[in-house]
């Protein structure tokens, strides 16, 4: 298993960015899926992005176009580039990793985004 630590909420306004990193306890280049999930408060956390062991990332519907995943292996660390922010982007985003049926997760970072 991974232990996994993010960082880089915090509070901007609409329209703005922020950049989230997640750091993994060991090396990430064989991990089969590392991604994000938020949740609002009061609501189910659900998927935001993923990027996998070959390259490819996918995106939910409401964030395309805004935010951006990657990896750099060399750092253990997934980052997501968010832009345009919405105030419906606030919650706690997770980071989290899958390899061979194994999930972790991270403990959550805040992002508030004011109207």
């Known amino acids: 298993q991974v232990q996994l630590v993010e960082s880089g909420g915090g509070l901007v306004q609409t329209g703005g960015s922020l950049r989230l990193s997640c750091v993994a306890s060991?090396?990430?280049?064989?991990?089969?899926?590392m991604g994000w999930h938020r949740q609002a408060p009061g609501k189910q956390r659900e998927f935001v992005a993923l990027?996998?062991?070959?390259?490819?990332?996918n995106y939910a519907n409401s964030v395309k176009g805004r935010f951006t995943i990657s990896r750099d292996n060399a750092k253990n660390t997934v980052y997501l580039q968010m832009s345009s922010l919405k105030p419906e982007d606030t919650g706690v985003y997770y980071c989290?990793?899958?390899?061979?049926?194994?999930?972790?997760w991270g403990q959550g970072t805040q992002v508030t985004v004011s109207s």
């Open positions: 989290y990793a899958v390899n061979q049926g194994i999930g972790s």
């Open positions: 060991r090396s990430i280049f064989n991990i089969n899926a």
């Open positions: 990027t996998t062991e070959g390259g490819g990332t």
